[in-house]
């Protein structure tokens, strides 16, 4: 069964703001094996579990035509409302239910979303749409993350982590599809032209607030809210104030970078 963690407008707005589109590395190598694979660049692109849209706009700075889907209402509204070129359009619906043709679509991705798909009825949908010699791409980034500014990276990287793992007591069991990195998925794809790599480092441009709003954006964080709305907010609190202090800086607008290991599924039918 899928599990539905992103529904709220107010954590949807959240998303847009704080979550990152797919790094230069992570994109370079799916571009790389698209063009390894494939003599024709694809037609129909369609981004599945789409959020409010980070990785559908990457796509459709390089594909003609790119559908991102959701089951989200407030995320595929994020996503409309956001700027975006004519070449990309949005539709609310389940990963399991895709409203595209058999053997239509020429390349199908998802960016960090998979892990909430059933898997099972997922893998039979990809390989009913994509066509014959079509491809797909299944990355997530991990909780491996760490955080450098200056010459207090270290001390730095701990209070993220510190924060990170009060969290991680909160998540759904599905993110244990993130921490065997995506191994489970992987298996499960029906192609058998496939490979999965667990090694793809990149470094995300951020600001303090913005590594701050990411911590707000996670699906630990939104139950943590409910559970404890004051330790919650004071969690994020004392985590800005911890980083600003280590850095020795005032402005929440100082940049940082932020490093993440992602895992990416690639498969050609």
Known sequence: MAAQMFEGKGHAAVYQKYRFAPGKELQQIILAYLQEKRANPPELVVDVGCGSGQGTRFLAEHFKKVVGTDISEAQIQEARDAPSTPNVSYLVCPA????F????????TSFTAAHWFDIEKFM?????VVKPGGCVAIS???????????????????????????LLKYSHN???????NYKEIFEA??????????????KIPMTVAGVVGYLESVSPYQVYMK???EAAKSLLQETEKRMLETMGVSSRETPVEFW??????????
């Not at 399991?96 to 409203?99: A, G």
């Not at 039979?124 to 009913?128: L, M, P």
């Not at 794809?189 to 990149?202: A, M, N, V």
Request: charged share 35%; proline share 5%; aromatic share 8%.
């Open 227 to 229: 559970n404890d709305p």
């Open 124 to 128: 039979k949908e990809a390989n009913r």
């Open 96 to 99: 399991e239910e895709l409203p």
């Open 260 to 269: 993440v290991r992602h895992v990416c599924v690639l498969g050609c039918k």
């Open 189 to 202: 794809l029906p192609f058998p032209d496939k490979k999965r790599i667990t090694d793809i480092f990149d």
């Open 140 to 166: 997530t980034y991990t909780v491996d993350m760490s955080l450098r500014y200056g010459n207090c990276s270290d001390k730095l990287t701990k209070v993220f982590r510190e924060a990170w793992d009060l």
């Open 101 to 108: 043709e058999d053997t239509s679509v020429d390349f199908l």
């Open 174 to 180: 599905r993110i244990k599809h993130v921490m065997d």
